[in-house]
């Protein structure tokens, strides 16, 4: 099957999907369901962990191999630690200063282009990602479904750092290279933003 | 232009509204529930997603070959062993075993093969016998129904996730799969820690 009908039968295929779906009444923050869709949205809804996570994705892209892999093995465990940490009752001082700080550090690294050896990349990013993890954990308890909200919010993260590898790939090209440096200075200007308390 | 006419013919039946009569067949219902509830039990899809990670990253060696039906005889025993036993097991035991089958794939580890034929006879007993207790209450006829779905849903399940974690086509398959294993464990470690403090 050619590629060209391929893509074709997917996009028929995706509009029979979207015209046959019907709306969603079901309550949110319930259950299985409610716990995994509010840890889903809570990396995304969040524009300090959104920006960070899409900024590990983006340097790993451009650290290359083996950091493009190694990056995002390493973030879920350390950020599970982050978490346990908050389940636990143990404090992580400034936790979101840390987390705006994450912004502005992983973003300048991507617009700098700058390339660590990988032990220290993956010492910086392991760093944030305690604060990260710090963060989801304080709500865990809390939530509908702790055991959902978890699973929810780690996949949410590892699918941002998919995002982010995804357009870090444009490194390959001139152009490429110049629109991820961009991204990069515009996360660091959100991590400014949120460190000055202007967001 | 054929073509053109067949995707057209094909997007037009996907316009239809479903059907929404009755199951023509007494208690499908429940066959149906058992089929889906390895899904709907977080703690049981993490570990056959865990298992199945594992089985794929083995295959084709003797830990698959001995693992999958080592799995598939194990949790039929335990489905119906539960019916008369009732008790389930604890829930950290199941994360537990996740979380070892999770670190085996990411961190690569090589093991004797009864390690992977352990690992997926004590997942098939743990998931067994914990689906079972979930149908006290249930009537006799019902439970049988439920516990063939449940059967054969975590078999295929655990069948699917193996057959996705063998592929290598691409380069980026297999980092994709050690990508899914860091998820698994970050989950397991996250709720073993909510487990150690809230019981």
């Known amino acids: 099957m050619s590629l060209r009908i391929l893509l074709q039968l997917t996009a028929i295929a995706g509009l029979i999907a979207i015209t046959n779906t019907a709306p969603a009444l079901a309550h949110t923050g319930e259950g299985v369901a409610g716990g995994f869709v509010s840890g889903l949205q809570h990396p995304i809804f969040g524009l300090d962990h959104l920006v960070a996570m899409v900024a590990v994705g983006l340097w790993g892209a451009f650290l290359g191999a083996p950091a493009i892999w190694v990056l995002p093995l390493a973030f879920p465990l350390v950020m599970a630690a982050g978490a346990a940490l908050a389940i636990f009752g143990l404090p992580v001082p400034a936790v979101e200063m840390g987390i705006a700080a994450s912004a502005l550090v992983l973003g300048l690294m991507v617009a700098m282009a700058a390339r660590p050896p990988l032990w220290v990349a993956a010492g910086i990013v392991g760093l944030f990602a305690v604060f990260h993890g710090h963060a989801h954990g304080m709500e865990l308890p809390e939530s509908a479904n702790p055991f959902a909200y978890a699973a929810g919010f780690v996949i949410s993260a590892g699918l941002l750092h998919a995002a982010g590898i995804a357009f870090g790939l444009l490194t390959g090209s001139q152009l490429g290279r110049i629109a991820v440096r961009g991204m990069g200075a515009a996360i660091a200007i959100v991590g400014v933003a949120f460190l000055s308390g202007m967001a | 232009m054929i073509r053109l006419w067949v995707l057209l013919l094909i997007f ?65 025993g335990a489905l119906l062993a539960g019916l008369w036993w009732g008790d389930a097991l604890p829930e950290p035991l199941l ?43 249930h009537t006799a006829s019902r439970s049988w129904l439920t ?34 294993a860091s998820w698994m464990m970050a989950i397991s470690l996250i709720v073993l820690a909510l487990w150690s403090v809230h019981g």
């Open chain 2, 12 to 76: 037009a039946l996907g316009l239809t509204q479903p059907c929404l009569a009755h199951s023509p067949i007494k208690g499908i219902g429940s066959f149906y529930n058992g089929l889906l509830h390895p899904l709907l039990v977080p703690s049981h899809a993490l570990l056959i997603v865990s298992l199945g990670l594992l089985m794929g990253r083995r295959a084709p060696g003797r830990e698959s070959q001995l693992g999958w039906p080592a799995f598939v005889l194990s949790v039929c």
């Open chain 2, 95 to 137: 994360i537990g075993i996740a979380l070892c089958a999770a670190s085996l794939v990411l961190f690569d580890w090589s093991s004797p093969w009864p390690v992977s034929v352990i690992l997926a006879t004590a997942a098939g007993i743990s998931i067994g016998l914990n689906s079972s207790a979930d149908l006290a209450g």
């Open chain 2, 147 to 180: 516990i063939t779905g449940i059967a054969v849903g975590t078999v295929l399940w655990l069948t699917y996730v193996g057959g996705l974690a063998t592929r290598s086509d691409r380069p980026w398959h297999g980092i994709a799969v050690r990508v899914a």
